[in-house]
């Protein structure tokens, strides 16, 4: 089918799909200053793994030290090869009328050793090319300066268990200002730690594999606040006056629905957000830890046989130098779960535990739509956690830096893809006109379908599909692009729109 005949026929189809589901999307415009876009990450999308001066990351080592953790033992060698096809990439973004592009910096294809004594001009002068032609295209970068790909010889030092990673980060975002700040306004300087923290150093489900659950998961959550902190106030103190641009921190939840009205289901739907979102908001926008989190790790560290608690102490000098250090409030989500009380403080003593510190039992309703399990269609949630944000965190923007469905197939008639985004975004609007939650931004994840990290190429969340068989690895766009491309078009969810 020719391309525009798929569009005319993608445009009468997408109101009979989102009615399958007998939802009634907002009607509402886009309010006129929210933009929309489309996000990636470089060790998901860019291979070029050893090529031109680039040095090892932590996922470089995992996927070929530990082929047997990833399915099918991929890798992300050459993934989208968007090292070389980035100029396809642009286009892409320009034809589907992007305000923003969100890609993360490889910081070892900038810094082979993770430090600034060896500057790689290559790499370099890759991501200049890049920004540029983005902003030659009317495209904004929002740049991430680290998405997971923690250069292999910090992680020998520690990697987030050291407290000096924040030093190395803080360098490395000192550069990065200098060398990009003149095409890039908008800064995220970490993507997610509470992943990181949890599947990387808590459970061992992604790199580095590590299965420290009661100790690790709190140490790297301090050392990637304090690295934020950090290159936030680089950033407020060097380059601010003169660049004219902002920083932020990406942090991702679940909503947790308490599974009752009985007080301790009550209190376990606060605790488990305390622990996911709170454990690193709350110190950025609050000035501490959640106190529940303070309480229950320190009596729980108490009774097991600790000299002091478990959750690292910031002092009041570090308090003071955290708080207040993001312009704006960057979220991702794609799931909800329902939460419930399963233990308090003083039960289940033994090994110290993060799960046990949480204290909650969460699980999937049945009736909620889902392909893989990290990702659901239950838009009230995505409402619900909004405006959980804006009125636990005092902030004054929202962006949504990811959201999106995974599909395990490869498919170009992407149905249900349409299906949850125009949810989700009908729930962002209601939030807006309903709750007046100063939502700014959407960003899709993702443009490409990509290596999903241990789930290798078996779950595919972009808008456009990448042949993953095909050496020139061909991108073809998928029904979800069209149908995107003309929300961004009309900003618009329905037929007819109303101000």
């Given at each position: 089918m020719a391309r525009e005949s798929f569009s005319a026929f993608l445009f009468l189809v997408i109101f009979s799909i989102a009615n399958c589901d007998n939802v009634t999307l907002n009607n509402h415009f886009f309010p006129a200053n929210f933009k929309f876009g489309a996000a990636t990450a470089a060790y998901q999308i860019e291979g070029g793994w050893d090529e031109d001066g680039k040095?090892?990351?932590?996922?470089?080592?995992?996927?070929?030290?530990y082929p047997d953790r990833i399915t099918n033992e991929f890798t992300g060698d050459v993934a989208c090869d968007s090292y070389h096809k980035w100029k396809e990439d642009i286009q892409l973004l320009k034809d589907l009328g992007a305000n923003h592009y969100r890609l993360s910096l490889s910081w070892s294809r900038i810094l082979p050793d993770g430090t600034i004594n060896n500057v790689n001009q290559k790499g370099v002068n890759y991501y200049k090319n890049l920004?540029?032609?983005?902003?030659a295209n009317n495209i904004e970068p929002m740049v991430t300066l680290y998405h997971w790909d923690l250069p292999l010889s910090l992680h020998e030092l520690g990697g987030w268990l050291n407290p000096l990673t924040a030093d190395y980060f803080a360098e490395y975002a000192r550069l990065s200002f200098q060398l990009f700040g003149n095409y890039v306004k908008t800064w995220i300087t970490l993507n997610e730690p509470q992943t990181t923290c949890v599947q990387g150093y808590g459970n061992g489900e992604?790199?580095?594999?590590?299965?420290?659950?009661?100790?690790?998961?709190?140490?790297?959550?301090?050392?990637h606040i304090l690295a934020h902190a950090k290159a936030y106030h680089i950033y407020d103190k060097e380059f601010r006056t003169q660049?004219?641009?902002?920083?932020?921190?990406?942090?991702?939840?679940?909503?947790?629905?308490?599974?009752?009205?009985?007080?301790?289901?009550q209190i376990a739907g606060a605790t488990a957000m305390a622990f996911s979102m709170g454990l690193y908001a709350n110190p950025i926008y609050n000035g501490n830890w959640p106190q529940i989190v303070i309480d229950r790790v320190g009596n729980r560290s108490a009774n097991e046989g600790f000299s002091r608690s478990r959750l690292p102490e910031f002092t009041q000098e570090q308090l003071e130098f955290i708080k207040g250090t993001s312009d704006f409030f960057c979220l991702n989500s794609y799931a909800t779960d329902h939460t419930e009380y399963q233990n308090g403080p003083d039960d289940n003593i033994g090994d110290p535990s993060y799960v046990l510190d949480i204290g909650v039992r969460q699980w999937k309703d049945e009736s909620w739509k889902s392909v893989v399990n990290w990702v659901d269609l239950v838009?009230?949630?995505?409402r619900k956690?909004?405006?959980?944000?804006?009125?636990?965190?005092?902030?004054?923007?929202i962006v949504i830096t990811e959201n999106g469905w995974a599909d395990v197939e490869s498919i170009?008639?992407?149905?249900?893809?349409?299906t949850y985004i125009s949810q989700f975004l009908s729930a962002l609007l209601d939030a807006v006109y309903e709750d007046n939650v100063n939502v700014t931004g959407y960003t899709v994840w993702s443009l490409l379908d990509n290596f999903e990290w241990t789930n290798g190429y078996t779950q595919k969340l972009g808008i456009v599909q990448v042949n993953f068989t095909d050496p020139n690895r061909t991108r073809t766009p998928k029904s979800s692009y069209t149908w995107y491309q003309n929300v961004l078009s009309t900003r618009c969810l329905v037929e007819k729109c109303e101000e």
């Open positions: 040095g090892l990351n932590l996922w470089d080592w995992y996927t070929h030290t920004l540029e032609t983005l902003r992604k790199a580095p594999g590590y299965n420290h659950s009661g100790e690790g998961v709190y140490q790297c959550a301090y050392t660049q004219q641009g902002r920083v932020s921190i990406v942090l991702d939840s679940a909503w947790a629905e308490p599974a009752s009205n009985k007080t301790e289901d838009p009230w949630g995505f956690l909004i405006n959980y944000v804006w009125n636990t965190y005092g902030v004054n923007e170009l008639e992407d149905d249900d893809r349409i």
